[in-house]
């Protein structure tokens, strides 16, 4: 078990907390010091770099949560409400990582590649958007997991 909630705590952790970086720290400053030829190229990078950790994050949290979940919790029926919302609110958040790495993530790496900056510069904002959306769903997912408990 213990190692079970570290796993899971773990890859929710660096999932979350690197969008959250990303977000809030490396896309302010990128969009204010970098013109397209400098930034796309940062950020394809960047994705290329933080995406192989999400892919782990994607596919540690449901095999540790539904384990933790039949496996020493007894099942759907035993779990409170928080627990619920959490694997809702976590498939939800895989379904959009999946949307942004099949789509405008690949999208950007050819525009990228070919030197179209404002077909990259589109596919920048949409990911930036729906990475926005995940963002805001995982910090929902803490306060729910965290004090899911006692609501």
Same mark, same amino acid.
């Given at each position: ?19 959250? #970086? ?9 969009a204010s010091l970098?013109? @397209? @030829?400098?930034?796309? @190229? ?7 770099? #933080? #995406? @192989? ?20 919790? %007894?099942?759907? %029926?035993?779990?409170?409400?928080? *627990?619920?919302?959490?694997? %809702?609110?976590?498939?939800?958040? *895989?379904?959009? #990582? ?8 690949k999208r950007l790496?050819?525009?990228? =590649?070919?030197?179209d900056w404002p =077909? %990259? ?11 926005? *959306? ?9 306060? *729910? ?7």
């Amino acid at each position: 078990m213990p190692v079970l909630i570290s796993l899971h705590l773990l890859a929710a952790v660096i999932w979350i907390g690197g969008m959250f #970086f990303a977000w809030m720290a490396l896309r302010p400053v990128a969009a204010s010091l970098l013109e @397209p @030829p400098l930034r796309l @190229p940062l950020w394809s990078q960047t994705f290329a770099r #933080f #995406f @192989p950790w999400v892919w782990l994050a994607v596919i540690l949290l449901p095999v540790t949560g539904y384990w933790m979940l039949f496996d020493v919790f %007894g099942g759907m %029926g035993r779990a409170g409400l928080h *627990i619920h919302l959490m694997q %809702g609110l976590g498939w939800l958040m *895989i379904l959009l #990582f999946l949307h942004v790495f099949f789509a405008p993530y690949k999208r950007l790496k050819r525009a990228v =590649a070919a030197g179209d900056w404002p =077909a %990259g510069g589109q596919q920048l904002a949409m990911i930036r958007r729906l990475i926005g *959306i995940n963002l805001s769903l995982g910090l929902v997912l803490v306060v *729910i997991v965290a004090a899911g408990r006692y609501m």
